[in-house]
């Protein structure tokens, strides 16, 4: 009987430990961003952000550097793409919509879930101010939105993400108990009226509201991990006001936000807070998708990330005085990063 009970109590640890294991936060996934697909000009472009997606597809054969304490990286389970797509969101070209041809490259390259593109891994892109209007400001019949509203309803079906906001552009996603949100353009609800740039091409469109509703409603008081995403950057360009930035700021406040990742200017990790703020956020600056992308592993403690790039580029002038780039083929590692994460 005893040894009856014994066992009993055996299976149910086992069962626990097994649960609480799988419970466990291990989350590795890939930021890039500036991804700038072109068509009837510039397409060398394209050809380089191909040659990082296969890049990418590999990274699982690679390890982590061993300054950030070495080992296998994981098989990621996503890509993200914080905007400017593709480099002219509403333009013609030799009687030729280049903004729909643009697109198309991205979609052959990026497809949607892993299975219809070159990436082996679901996307998740937003817009940035190189990829057009809003819906219905578009001049020449093609809408970089419009599609992305589409591929928002896909991935809630897929089950991809689990919350798009009410206009259909901003959503949200869980990746082990850490809790995702992508935000397009920049945290905000409407153009600032002291921003220098048109509205009709730089409305945030409701993304600040989206943003509050949603992390109250699915993350509250608990505490967990947040990761934010947009285009814009925190290193105080005037693409958007420092008003906007602040009330970004209190939005996250309460919150356990772990990392904020965008795209727009260059590449780089800092640490950012408005003034007269104490607690500053970890920023992360994501770079062009020509060049390479970030790593990023979160677990139950702990987040490192690592720029993967390719290492060995110079730019050789043709007789002709036009510039092109040539690369050696190697890669490297750079701004390694690690934090503990604390509940």
Known sequence: M??????????????????????????????????????????????????????????????????????????????????????????????????????GYFLAEFGLDGTDGRLKYPVFEGWGNHDGPPVGREQFGFSFQAHLKDRNKLRLQKGLTDHVSENGLHYSWDWDGVHLVLLNLYPGNVPHPQTRYSAAYHDPQGSLDFLKSDLAARVGESGRPVVVMHHYDLQGTNWWHDEERKTYYEALKPYNVIAVFHGHTGTGVYRWKPDGEEQALNVINTGQTENGFFVVQITDDRIRLAYRVKEGIKTVKEPDGRERREWDGTWGWRYLDTREITQ
């Open 2 to 103: 005893i040894c009856r009970q014994v066992r009993a109590l055996t299976c149910l640890l086992l069962v626990l430990s097994a649960s609480l294991a799988a419970s466990a936060a291990d989350v590795t996934f890939l930021v890039t961003s500036d991804s700038h697909y072109d068509a009837l000009e510039n397409e060398d472009r394209n050809q380089r952000d191909r040659v990082t997606i296969d890049e990418m597809n590999r990274i699982a054969e690679e390890r982590w550097p061993e300054a950030l304490g070495g080992g296998a990286i994981a098989r990621p389970r996503g890509a993200a793409v914080l905007g400017d797509v593709i480099d002219d969101g509403d333009r013609m070209r030799e009687g030729k919509n280049q903004s729909e041809l643009q697109f």
